[in-house]
Nanobody, 116 residues
Framework: QVQLVESGGGLVQPGGSLRLSCEAS????????MGWYRQAPGKERELVAT???????NYAGSLKGRFTISRDNAKNTVYLQMNNLKPEDTAVYSC??????????WGKGTLVTVSS
């Protein structure tokens, strides 16, 4: 099994930056892909970005260029660098670890609020 703990959320002004972290523990060897998802009040959860063990990344089209996903395998940690934040980015951001189609792990989420 895998445990995921997110950190780095908080309040930031429009145009500001924030970096989220997700530290994984447990059966790390089983993780194929990790990623970030977000869910705003009243909306469906959506993909933000994913990254494979080898470092190949994938982004939601509307976010590419502002957000960057990266990982440090030695620290078992995945990061999400968020730049030029907008009020529409306000959401709970959750970390995901993919092992197989029927086996996924989720963190509890961290709240990001973009407001002046």
């Amino acid at each position: 099994q895998v445990q995921l703990v997110e950190s780095g959320g908080g309040l930031v002004q429009p145009g500001g930056s924030l970096r989220l972290s997700c530290e994984a523990s447990g059966s790390i060897f089983s993780i194929a892909t990790m990623g970030w998802y977000r869910q705003a009040p009243g909306k469906e959860r959506e993909l933000v970005a994913t990254i494979t063990r080898g470092g190949t990344s994938n982004y939601a089209g509307s976010l590419k260029g502002r957000f960057t996903i990266s990982r440090d395998n030695a620290k078992n940690t995945v990061y999400l660098q968020m730049n030029n934040l907008k009020p529409e980015d306000t959401a709970v951001y959750s970390c995901n670890a993919y092992v197989a189609i029927s086996l996924n792990y989720w963190g509890k989420g961290t709240l990001v609020t973009v407001s002046s």
